[in-house]
Nanobody
Framework: QVQLVESGGGLVQPGGSLRLSCAAS????????MGWFRQAPGREREFVGAVRRSGDNTLYADSVKDRFAISKDTAKNTLYLQMNSLKPEDTAVYYCAAADKLYYPDTLATRAQEYNYWGQGAQVTVSS
């Protein structure tokens, strides 16, 4: 079992920045991919970005590319999502997720059903 706990959400003005953290505990060594998803009211959960736990390759949704960046501190088992140039349409609950199966050796998992561990979510609101 793996436990994920997000932190760092809040209210920010358009154009501002926030950094989300995701602290992982448990049998973390078995995790393959780690991802960020978000869900706005009335909408389906959507992929934001992902990184392989043992590597540095990242993959982002087109809507956040060049504005968001994923990083990780392997010593602390912590994943980060740095969000810059935030827009009102980025408002959502953001979820950290982990997958313990290697679906794609040459790329990263992007579908919610491919991730089997989830955090509780962190609210991000972008508004003036």
């Amino acid at each position: 079992q793996v436990q994920l706990v997000e932190s760092g959400g809040g209210l920010v003005q358009p154009g501002g920045s926030l950094r989300l953290s995701c602290a992982a505990s448990g049998r973390f060594s078995g995790i393959m991919d780690m991802g960020w998803f978000r869900q706005a009211p009335g909408r389906e959960r959507e992929f934001v970005g992902a990184v392989r736990r043992s590597g540095d390759n990242t993959l982002y949704a087109d809507s956040v590319k060049d504005r968001f960046a994923i990083s990780k501190d392997t010593a602390k088992n912590t994943l980060y999502l740095q969000m810059n140039s935030l827009k009102p349409e980025d408002t959502a609950v953001y979820y950290c997720a982990a997958a313990d199966k290697l679906y794609y050796p040459d790329t990263l998992a992007t579908r919610a059903q491919e991730y089997n561990y989830w955090g509780q979510g962190a609210q991000v609101t972008v508004s003036s």
